[in-house]
């Protein structure tokens, strides 16, 4: 009966060690985006001030946005459940599984965070920037091609609208990933 709950106590040790460092790497790529999508930003309103005659430049920004924007957002997302899996599944098993006695695992990491008195403080700033930075900016993005352009083609502005609704949908799934309560 020992060596079960040994090896179920190391199985659970490795699977935390597994998602921790998931978790890590993701944290990492996701931290990547932010720089990455700066970089693009910067190079295409560059480009399309530069290259009057090729703003058209300014209706790729969008896209580049809503692919980096939902990549992020989705490797955050990911990150949040790990940490909610970690939380609330894996540390009340490891607890339960210990072999010698109760391993006192209340008050870790994944704790700490959710009760630290500014979260909700910098939950809102981190949004803020994060629609800022993929939402915003293309919406700025398409409101300057049009400011560049009197006379539009059919299917620049059947572009756009798309480009529009698509950063509106990830306007509103920002928002709802968001994760603004003080204690989850």
């Given amino acids: 009966m ?5 090896n179920n106590f190391t199985f659970l040790i490795k699977e935390y060690e597994k998602l921790k460092d998931e978790q ?3 944290i990492e790529f996701r931290d990547h985006m932010i720089y990455l999508t700066l970089a693009a ?3 295409v309103f560059s480009f399309a001030l530069e290259k009057p005659d090729l703003n058209i430049a300014l209706l790729v920004l969008p896209f580049l ?5 939902w ?11 790990i940490g909610n899996y970690v939380r609330t599944c894996l540390v009340p098993k490891l607890t339960e599984h210990h072999p010698h006695d109760k391993l006192p695992l209340s ?3 994944e704790d700490f965070l959710k009760k630290d008195k500014s979260r909700r403080q910098r939950k809102w700033f981190q949004l803020f920037i994060d629609l800022s930075i993929y939402c915003f900016s293309g919406l ?7 400011k560049l352009h009197d006379n539009i083609n059919w299917y620049f502005n059947l572009v756009s ?3 529009g609704l698509l950063l509106m949908f990830l306007t509103y799934q920002f928002i709802k990933y968001a994760d603004l309560s003080k204690n989850k």
């Fill in 41 to 43: 930003i910067g190079t």
């Fill in 107 to 109: 008050g870790h990491w």
């Fill in 71 to 81: 990549t992020y957002l989705a490797n955050d997302e990911k990150i949040s459940a």
């Fill in 2 to 6: 020992d060596n079960i709950l040994n």
């Fill in 24 to 26: 890590h790497k993701r």
């Fill in 161 to 163: 609208i798309a480009e």
């Fill in 140 to 146: 700025i993005s398409i409101i300057s091609f049009y």
């Fill in 65 to 69: 946005c809503i692919v980096l924007g």
